[in-house]
T-cell receptor, first 116, second 115 residues
């Protein structure tokens, strides 16, 4: 199984809502990532988890709260978002958080989020 | 990580080779060149990577110049399904402790394969 799954595929939420994005992989990978991608822009790294511990936070606002309950699951909790947070949210995983040479990241299909 | 420069767009006829250039003139000795692509509305997909030798896999070939300041991704027989944005990324290799595996995507090249 070389797949990263993300749910939901689409999400529409109001600025006062609380919602969560879910990501799952069963490749035994020990590093997981959240990226944000605005329309016609490249993906931007938000968070990196290594061995279920947060290792990188790219100065992401606190209205985005990541959680890694176990090595296969990654959540992104959303609260009080703004319309400008509307984007495609991509999850990825890799065997390790560092590593020499090939440590390719496998990406999920993303959750398209619209904040009204 | 070193910055990369890619042309914003390229066209290629189906069945012909697609040669996508990338300039990374400030690359350091321990930095690898990675290529990913993103087909519309999908997540990025790893293609190939290299340090200094040319590399080939079932998807593509990667040619890195001797001075490592530039590289070319070659799709030998492009098909319509290869239409995508192609990202050239330069990343530090080696064992990292705690730093994480950061991929910094540039603006990429939109490759359009046509009949």
């Amino acid at each position: 199984d070389t797949e990263v799954t993300q749910t939901p595929k689409h999400l529409v939420m109001g600025m006062t809502n609380k919602k969560s994005l879910k990501c799952e992989q069963h490749m035994g990978h020990r590093a997981m990532y959240w990226y944000k991608q605005k329309a016609k822009k490249p993906p931007e790294l938000m968070f990196v988890y290594s061995y279920e511990k947060l290792s990188i936070n790219e100065s992401v606002p606190s209205r985005f709260s990541p959680e890694c309950p176990n090595s296969s699951l990654l959540n992104l909790h959303l609260h009080a978002l703004q319309p400008e947070d509307s984007a495609l949210y991509l999850c990825a995983s890799s065997q390790y958080a560092g590593g020499r040479g090939l440590n390719e990241q496998f990406f999920g299909p993303g959750t398209r989020l619209t904040v009204l | 990580d070193a910055k990369t420069t890619q042309p914003p767009s390229m066209d290629c006829a189906e069945g012909r080779a697609a040669n996508l250039p990338c300039n990374h003139s400030t690359i350091s000795g321990n930095e690898y060149v990675y290529w990913y692509r993103q087909i519309h509305s999908q997540g990025p997909q790893y293609i190939i990577h290299g340090l200094k030798n040319n590399e080939t896999n079932e998807m593509a070939s990667l040619i890195i110049t001797e001075d490592r300041k530039s590289s070319t991704l070659i799709l030998p027989h492009a098909t319509l399904r290869d239409t995508a944005v192609y990202y050239c990324i330069v990343r530090v290799g080696g064992v990292l402790t705690g730093g994480g595996n950061k991929l910094t995507f540039g603006t990429g090249t939109q490759l359009k394969v046509e009949l």
